[in-house]
């Protein structure tokens, strides 16, 4: 028995050791035994593939000796590395993947040089920001603003403390419900940097994303109008003090008008887009000094309210009876001075005549802020809301009542505008939006889905008691004629919040202009950012140019398309008219967030994986209905405008934008919505009043691969209208491994001639071995539950006389026995490529119906179904039927137009007399020339295996004659040659022998009777039709069924082209076997 000895080989490393190759002790490595082998081969033809690939164990060989042995664990996979790498090269790339796009931070790096400093040298940012200043400090910074320090005092006053707390409850828990939804989505994978809309994008689809985009940019945009309007009102109609003259303090006194808010607020806004432009970074750097002024504001409005407790404060209101004064023009709230004498009498002197309630009321100077511990907050408890030019009076102060004198009252305090509870909302809630700055500094987050969900609802519910906070200390503590006052004429023109602050009211002055400013220079960074994604995205093409900007990306088109929309909203010069609009866009937006939280959550898709877990389906439909609410709440006139304007968007995105599908939640929608209505279908059997012809349309493709008939498919369309099913499909073949290619070849260029043709469908590509058992398998198989076709159409095989190869004759045929068996319709077009196409009008003409049989209708609702359409809508309808000798014909007319007038039908009827007659010398004739023919192809078409077997027998009999002539020449004993017969060669023997005579009797034959009788009707119904429809647009008739006897295959053939001989445009039409049309409602 042999023996083995184990020797352990390792593996050399270079190739410097040949002299143990040679024999020395030391082993030689199998891969470098392997690996010289190989060379040695390859070197024999260093350019034959075929030796490369014999040589190789694996298909791939191409590559490097030394790589390929490497990893040899993983061999099995090696030929999929390239569509599925190791995991442990996944993971290395989703740890190197970051979500940044090009933001302020890369555009200040490309400012300061940092990467060309760098080079090449560009590694991945690490995020590193946390949730306090990542999330929470943004989201204070953006929902604290113009509004608090401007018009809360006015809502209050305005509303009531009970009306505010509403208000500020309702606005609050919506931006709550929202931010829970925005925290689930946010928290379902890594959020790149771009905010709401990319998770509305990727939640919604590009429809619903590109349109509440654009929304949201619109928002972002106007709240920069806003935030300059409120910087300009700060500046002018609360006239700071400027120095002159050293330290001699002089009041500017100027009359604000709508013309000086249009013209500074322009020059502001040139001025701020002149820094985003130049110096982005030093707006971020200023973020932090712009958030610090909101907080010592808000701590200096919280220390005043403590004062007022203890001491309240100084400021004073002059009333008049019961009438608040505008105190800007005099120092003493008494008649003896000389500026408030002026302001109502003609001259300053005693005897001057002064105005009647001047004269019958006394002046009274109260304190604009009591304090806690006053009584003011039992007068402020309830709203007082009034009409237009209302002046603003004290209620529980009596007054003797005058005639008024119009010229007087501008020295009063009165409304400007008429005031209500839904008014207040539209103005107050863009004090709660910027609850987003988290979500869109995703990219700079080190953890996002555990801060933006945490930091965004904190910073919420901090912002929601300042709110609510202020809202009872306002109402406690400041007088209520100095609530309503909305821009402080009774306080010396200053905002009324700053009366209340501690240690000064300029404390509160200059933290809300720096607010301003910092906001509006945000808006002005962020809204253009904004646009640019969505233009990057490619989805609405028209926007493709603000994509583009500098070298470092700055999106400088798009920042001047920005400051040409926030003009618009400076040139209405209202920061309460502006408010509104506001509040409308950034509604749509937050409630598409809610309603794609509710999508992905009801769809339970298996992506939807949330780590935020504190969601439902029934909060984001509870924050999607009060965003509606609060819309139509607000302005019902500015919510139909802004659906309007994301409903236009939506279209304009659907039919001209670019395809995308980034897996949203509308799609999934869709498919759980049509997997509903599929089931329900097959529930119950189609009505008749319900049935539609639901069409699949058989399409020839050529060797090109493109469609032969494209008018088949216009007709499709005419015949729809886009209403139904359509299926369009086509079959190749051969076997789908070597024709898939073909087959995705052919289904693009279905979908290309369908979208030409407008014809909406689905189309479908199949191969198989032969194209009957392809149409059989449509026949069968297309469609799904219930949305199956109910008819079949086609064109019809026009040179099928002229193939050699019968097969077009029988796919037809047997396409015509299965739908009969399916119990599904048939159509036929002959001549299809002479059919009108979609861009042709017939302007006058008749569609003829030839109704012979009936078959459940379905040749009258074909005209009808036509004639909707514009290409045959001014083409008449006629029918036609056939009467026999023993039927009454005038009856025959009269019942058919009283069935068409219950069948709400247009059409004018004709019933055609057919007398029996002698068959004709004629029919006769054509009969015999079918047959012959008929006889003559079956003799001429002998099969492959037939000419095979004839071939072997000859080869046989000269073998055995030639044997024969040997053995004689060699003296053989036997002088027969021994042949032997098997069953196939005796058959083919007499087929033969049949053959001769049939050829002989060919001539002889006389035709069969029952042919000739189809044949006489045949034609005795042509010269009818072509007599009475030669002009036709189009002619509808019923079309025979095949005869069961298969022999009898080609005369059926023969008999409907006899049938419509002289007809240009035929739609022969076969009934599925039910009623498709009802004279019932």
């Given at each position: 028995m042999p023996t083995f000895t184990v020797v352990p080989v390792e593996d050399v490393e270079d190739g410097s050791n040949s002299g143990a190759a040679a024999g020395g002790n030391r082993p030689i490595s199998l891969g470098k035994i392997f690996s010289e082998e190989q060379e040695a081969d390859n070197s024999e033809d260093p350019f034959s593939d075929d030796n490369r690939r014999e040589?190789?164990?694996?298909?791939?060989?191409?590559?490097?000796?030394?790589?390929?042995?490497?990893?040899?664990?993983?061999?099995?996979?090696?030929?999929?590395?390239?569509?599925?790498?190791?995991?442990?090269?996944f993971l290395n790339k989703l740890a190197n993947y970051t979500n940044l796009t090009q933001g302020v931070r890369e555009h200040e790096e490309a400012e300061d040089g940092h990467r060309a400093s760098e080079g090449k040298k560009t590694g991945r940012r690490v995020p590193h920001m946390g949730t306090f200043i990542g999330v929470y400090l943004p989201c204070m910074q953006n929902i604290l603003g113009v509004i608090l320090f401007l018009r809360l005092t006015w809502i209050v006053g305005t509303a009531g403390i009970l009306g505010s707390f509403a208000i500020v409850s309702m606005c609050c828990i919506c931006t709550l419900l929202t931010a829970i939804s925005m925290s689930a989505i946010a928290t379902n994978g890594v959020v790149p940097a771009g905010g709401s809309y990319y998770m509305i994008s990727r939640s919604l689809g590009p429809e619903f994303g590109g349109a509440v985009g654009l929304c949201l940019y619109l928002g972002t945009t106007f709240a920069g109008s806003l935030y300059i309007l409120g910087t300009i009102e700060i500046l002018l109609v609360c006239k700071l003090y400027v120095l002159q003259g050293g330290s001699h303090v002089k009041k500017v006194v100027k009359e604000t008008t709508a013309n000086d808010m249009r013209i500074y607020g322009t020059c502001c806004l040139l001025l701020m887009a002149l820094v985003v432009f130049v110096g982005v970074k030093y707006v971020n750097k200023l973020a932090l000094v712009f958030l610090s002024c909101v907080v010592l504001s808000i701590m200096a409005t919280y220390a005043g309210a403590i004062k007022t407790a203890i001491k309240p404060s100084n400021f004073s209101v002059c009333l008049l009876g019961n009438r608040t004064l505008k105190n800007e023009m005099f120092e003493k709230c008494a008649k003896t001075d000389v500026e408030l004498w002026k302001l109502f009498c003609d001259s300053p002197y005693p005897n001057a005549t002064c105005d009647e309630y001047f004269a019958l009321n006394n002046l009274t100077e109260i304190q604009a802020t009591p304090g806690v511990l006053g009584e003011v907050i039992n007068d402020n408890l309830w709203g007082n809301y009034g009409p237009d030019n209302m002046v603003i009076e004290k209620k529980n102060l009596s007054s003797v009542p005058a005639e008024a004198n119009n010229d007087k009252l501008k020295n009063y305090v009165f409304n400007d505008?008429?005031?209500?509870?839904?008014?207040?909302?539209?103005?107050?809630?863009?004090?709660?939006?910027?609850?987003?700055?988290?979500?869109?500094?995703?990219?700079?987050?080190?953890?996002?889905?555990?801060?933006?969900?945490?930091g965004t609802i904190l910073a919420i519910l901090t912002t929601s008691f300042i709110y609510i906070s202020f809202v009872v200390l306002f109402g406690a503590c400041i007088e209520g004629v100095v609530l309503r006052d909305k821009f402080g004429f009774s306080v010396k023109t200053k905002p009324v919040i700053s009366i209340l602050a501690w240690p000064s009211p300029w404390v509160i002055v200059i933290g809300s202009f720096f607010s301003c400013c910092g906001a509006g220079l945000q808006s002005l960074t962020g809204a253009p950012r904004l646009l640019q994604a969505i233009a990057r995205d490619g989805i609405i093409p028209f926007l493709q140019v603000f994509g583009h900007g500098k070298a470092n990306g700055e999106p400088t088109w798009a920042l001047l398309l920005t400051v040409g929309i926030c003009e618009i909203g400076i040139l209405i010069a209202s920061l309460d008219h502006v408010a509104p609009i506001l509040s409308m866009f950034f509604l749509m937006c937050y409630l598409f967030v809610n309603l794609a939280c509710a999508v992905q959550t009801l769809l339970c898709t298996p992506n939807w994986r949330p780590r935020f877990k504190f969601y439902h389906w029934t909060l984001s439909f509870l924050g999607m209905s009060l965003c509606l609410s609060l819309m139509f709440i607000s302005s019902w006139i500015y919510a139909l405008v802004v659906i309007v304007i994301a409903g236009c968007i939506y279209k304009y995105i659907e039919y001209k934008g670019a395809v995308k599908e980034w897996g949203d939640g509308i799609r999934g929608l869709s498919l759980n919505a049509a997997r509903y209505a599929l089931i329900r279908l097959e529930e119950a059997p189609l009505h008749t009043k319900n049935w539609r012809p639901q069409l699949l349309v058989l399409c020839k493709l050529n060797s090109d691969l493109e469609v032969k008939h494209p008018r088949l498919l216009s007709f499709t369309t005419q015949l729809k209208a886009g209403k139904g099913l359509t299926i369009v499909c086509s079959v190749l073949e051969g076997t789908y491994m070597t024709r898939g290619d073909d087959a995705k070849k052919g289904e693009q260029n279905l979908k290309a001639a369908m979208a030409a043709e407008k014809t909406k469908g689905f189309s479908h590509v199949v191969v198989s071995s032969s194209l009957r058992d392809g149409f059989s398998i449509l026949i069968q198989s297309a469609g799904l539950g219930g949305m199956k076709h109910n008819a079949v159409l086609m064109a019809w095989p026009t040179g099928w006389k002229q193939d050699r190869d019968s097969?077009?004759?029988r796919n037809f045929i047997e396409t015509v026995r299965e739908t009969t068996s399916a119990h599904q319709a048939l159509l036929v077009a002959k001549n299809i490529d002479h059919f009108p196409g979609n861009q042709e009008r017939l302007k006058e003409g008749t569609i003829d119906v030839w109704w012979i049989v009936h078959d459940g209708g379905l040749l009258m609702l074909l005209p009808f179904l036509l004639s909707q359409h514009k290409v045959w809508r001014k083409c008449k309808m006629r029918i036609f039927t056939v009467a026999q000798m023993d039927d009454n014909s005038i009856q025959m007319k009269k019942d058919l137009q009283m069935f068409l007038y219950q069948l709400r039908l247009n059409a004018v009827v004709e019933v055609v007399e057919m007398h029996d007659s002698d068959i004709s010398a004629f029919t006769y004739e054509k009969t015999l020339m079918m047959e012959q023919r008929s006889q003559m192809l079956k003799q001429m078409q002998l099969s492959r295996t037939e000419r095979e077997r004839e071939a072997q027998l000859i080869h046989d009999r000269n073998t055995a004659s030639h044997s024969a002539a040997n053995d004689k020449a060699a003296g053989a004993t036997s002088d027969r040659v021994h042949m032997t017969w098997t069953k196939d060669k005796l058959q083919n023997e007499r087929n033969k022998h049949k053959e001769n005579m049939a050829v002989k009797d060919m001539f002889n034959m006389r035709p069969n009777h029952s042919n000739v009788r189809r044949m006489h009707t045949a034609v005795k119904l042509n010269e009818v039709v072509v007599k009475k429809s030669c002009n036709s647009e189009l002619v509808l008739l019923n079309m025979p069924g095949p005869p069961k006897n298969k022999k009898g295959d080609e005369n059926y053939m023969e008999f409907l082209e006899v049938l419509m001989e002289g007809l240009d445009r035929v739609l022969l039409v076969r009934g599925g076997g039910r009623e498709v049309i009802t004279i019932y409602s």
């Open positions: 040589s190789s164990a694996f298909i791939n060989p191409d590559m490097d000796t030394e790589t390929y042995y490497e990893g040899k664990n993983m061999a099995l996979f090696e030929e999929e590395m390239d569509s599925t790498p190791m995991v442990s090269s505008w008429a005031t209500y509870f839904t008014l207040l909302v539209g103005i107050y809630f863009p004090s709660v939006t910027g609850i987003m700055a988290g979500s869109n500094r995703s990219g700079d987050l080190r953890d996002a889905q555990r801060s933006i969900p945490i097969s077009a004759r």
